[in-house]
């Protein structure tokens, strides 16, 4: 089974910090996903990425950016944390050719005070 | 640009009974693909079911089964036999094929399972 990993469940920062979301996954997929999950919201895209080290911007890019150094991990940098960044952070892959959706990892809720 | 929306933000089903989510989306495209997933409280979200809309066939997977209207373009989920266990948040998405790969989701609609 894919596995997509992310590192922390809970997480609770301070306002200003950097703060990292880590995701890794385990099956050779192509592309990863960062999305956010509010209440009424839905999912929004944050970044996304088809390969190493290429990013693409989503929905709603402002205020984060993300790493791909290797095709199994991808970070979700929030550069000086924020009160209304607090959310549910959602990781996922997907490989390009099967059309099977994304695998998501469980989840990081993150509370920025 | 794909939209999908979710019109019901809440909806309850008695166990065993039957109960069906709806899920409109926008495409000017004639390839892609829908589908069903479902998070349930504090846990990992998953697929629920997909269709592919050149397939005329609705899909099915076990209690499962969706009824795709694609001149409507009208994607709805039927629960059959609802157990305690479906209660979740379910998320309706689109892809294009041969696009960029996004899903593009719709708001979520939480299910309740009444005993």
């Known amino acids: 089974d894919v596995k997509v990993t992310q590192s922390s469940r809970y997480l609770v920062k301070r306002t200003g910090e950097k703060v990292f979301l880590e995701c890794v996954q385990d099956?050779?997929?192509?592309?990863m996903f960062w999305y956010r999950q509010d209440p009424g919201l839905g999912l929004r895209l944050i970044y996304f990425?088809?390969?190493?080290?290429?990013?693409e911007k989503g929905d709603i890019p402002e205020g984060y950016s993300v790493s791909r150094e290797k095709k199994e991990r991808f970070s979700l940098i929030l550069e000086s944390a924020s009160t209304n960044q607090t959310s549910m952070y959602l990781c996922?892959?997907?490989?390009?050719?099967?059309?099977?959706?994304?695998?998501f990892g469980s989840g990081t809720r993150l509370t920025v005070v | 640009a794909q939209t999908v929306t979710q019109s019901q933000p809440e909806m309850s089903v008695q166990e065993a009974e039957t109960v069906t989510l709806s899920c409109t989306y926008d495409?000017?495209?004639?390839?892609?693909?829908l589908f069903w997933y479902k998070q349930p409280p504090s846990r990992q979200m998953i697929l629920v079911i997909r269709?592919?809309?050149?397939?005329?066939q609705n899909a099915t997977e076990n209690r499962f089964s969706v009824n795709f209207q694609k001149a409507a373009k009208s994607f709805s989920l039927k629960i059959s036999d609802s157990q305690l266990g479906d209660a979740a948040m379910y998320f309706c998405?689109?892809?294009?094929?041969?696009?960029?790969?996004?899903?593009?989701f719709g708001k979520g609609m939480k299910l309740t399972v009444n005993p």
């Open positions: 996922a892959s997907s490989l390009t050719t099967d059309a099977y959706g994304y695998t």
């Open positions: 099956m050779d997929h192509e592309n």
């Open positions: 990425s088809y390969d190493v080290k290429m990013k």
């Open positions: 495409t000017s495209e004639s390839d892609y693909y």
């Open positions: 269709q592919e809309a050149y397939k005329q």
């Open positions: 998405a689109s892809e294009i094929q041969g696009g960029s790969e996004k899903l593009v």
